[in-house]
């Protein structure tokens, strides 16, 4: 067994990425995938949406960027098969000293002793398009880029677009665009229909069938420290990360959701 890396990725904030890269896992996990999420964001959202506090200075992923060894750094979460390593605010440092490095392999580097403990390495990366973000495309097999339903984030979606093109042909040919998700799906507004179409026409074959609606449970579940699934497994937010996880698996073909595929009116 070796892990799959697979980014969250969006240099957007707000678009609902962290709240993917914790419930993606989640839901892998309780299909028996052992799963381990690398909080890579500063913001440390991941590692509080898990119910840890963010990890003192220069712990965490800022440690195993340092050299510290992966295993010594993970935390196991209350949802079985489910680990993260925990991230704080001294992460940002991290993206002035990886302009120092001489290459872009660090992360893959220092998750390879760990790769074979587990099925997939989530990334959970910042709102930007710097040098850690760059850093985590280049350690990845695979990208998904969560993408709120409107049409301002269409105008960064072309941008992150041409950096992956960039990482593939330079340090990292490898990389795939596991696919588009269309969150904070509103299923009786035009525009979200409007929005998903375009997408679904930009990038066929490329948009999962799956999205994910606006959801109070979603919302609140971080505040309480849990995956919705553990917060309100019966809730749309829960049941819609569930249905991406078997779609992204290829245990179940999920349909897009008919709203947001109409013409808009």
Known sequence: MTARIVVLANQKGGVGKTTTAINLA??????????????????????TGLG???????????????????????LHTEVPMLQVIPAGKDLAQLEFELFELPQLQELRKALEPVMENFDFILVDSPPALGMITLNALTAAD????????????????????????????????????????????????????????E????????????????NIRLAEAPSHGKPVAFYDLKSKGAQAYLNLAREWLGLELATPSPALNREAE
């Open 142 to 197: 695979e990208v998904i880029i969560p993408m709120p339903c409107e049409f301002l984030a269409m105008d960064g979606l072309a941008e992150l677009m041409e950096t992956i093109r960039r990482i593939q042909a330079g340090p990292n040919p490898r990389l795939e665009l596991g696919g588009i998700l269309l969150t904070m799906a509103e299923e009786r507004t035009n525009l979200g229909s409007a929005v998903a179409n």
């Open 199 to 214: 997408v679904r026409q930009a990038f066929p074959g490329k948009v999962f069938g799956t999205t994910i609606p606006r």
């Open 52 to 74: 840890f506090p963010k990890p003192d200075h220069r712990a965490g992923s800022y440690a195993l960027m340092k050299g510290a060894p992966a295993k010594g750094l993970t």
């Open 26 to 47: 989640a839901s892998l996990a309780m299909m028996e995938k052992l799963v381990l999420l690398v909080d890579y964001d500063p913001q440390g959202h991941s590692t």
